[in-house]
């Protein structure tokens, strides 16, 4: 199994659009969370952490559900800015990252 | 500005060649990543640095090497030895050496003619 799995899309979505997508992971024991965000042929951007709790920065929203080992990324009133590939990045030990292969979503006018 | 620089940002190899890509941090972060990037998969950690003068092998060290003489600079060499090393290769740098943020270059993509 992989240490983090991600669908890899694309979601298309109009303008406007809520997209919502998933990623798990495969250590229980993982205690860092992060989305990072991949435009085409550049380096990855951190988009958020992820929390316990859960948490929002402006039209996006992160979910961490700990007991189906998943984390997820929703997008409200997509804008055409927001196509990208989302990855999913989850620790695997005290020192190393893990990054997911990426799900991309393309925003339509 | 603070950031990750790497060159060069494309580069070219003939087989048998070796060639060293350039990471370089104003960060002033004590960890420092190498990580290759194929189409369709997620990003794979070559080697790691906690400090000056140590760094450690990470999933797909074989046919890599590096050095971390200055804690700003952190090259990789792509020796022959690597037999199919044409990828995208991203430099990131962390405060710690911890689970934690990593930020990276823009990148470095190689291809072997």
């Known amino acids: 199994r992989k240490e983090v799995e991600q669908d890899p899309g694309p979601f298309n979505v109009p303008e406007g659009a809520t997209v919502a997508f998933n990623c798990t992971y495969s250590?229980?024991?993982?205690?860092?969370f992060f989305w990072y965000r991949q435009d085409c042929r550049k380096e990855p951007k951190l988009l958020m952490s992820v929390y316990s709790s859960g948490n929002e920065d402006g039209r996006f929203t992160a979910q961490l559900n700990r007991a189906s080992q998943y984390i997820s990324l929703l997008i409200r009133d997509s804008k055409l800015s927001d196509s990208a590939t989302y990855l999913c990045?989850?620790?695997?030990?005290?020192?190393?990252?893990?990054f997911g292969a990426g799900t991309t979503v393309t925003v339509r006018a | 500005d603070g950031g990750i620089t790497q060159s060069p940002k494309y580069l070219f190899r003939k087989e048998g060649q070796n060639v060293t890509l350039s990471c370089e941090q104003n960060l002033n972060h004590d960890a420092m990543y190498w990580y290759r990037q194929d189409p369709g998969q997620g990003l794979r950690l070559i080697y790691y640095s906690q400090i000056v003068n140590d760094f450690q092998k990470g999933d797909i060290a074989e046919g890599y090497s590096v050095s971390r003489e200055k804690k700003e600079s952190f090259p990789l060499t792509v020796t022959s030895a690597q037999k199919n090393p044409t990828a995208f290769y991203l430099c990131?740098?962390?405060?710690?050496?911890?689970?934690?943020?990593?930020?990276f270059g823009p990148g470095t993509r190689l291809t072997v003619l």
């Open positions: 990131a740098s962390s405060i710690f050496l911890t689970a934690d943020t990593q930020y």
């Open positions: 990045v989850v620790n695997i030990d005290d020192y190393k990252l893990s």
């Open positions: 250590n229980s024991a993982s205690q860092s």
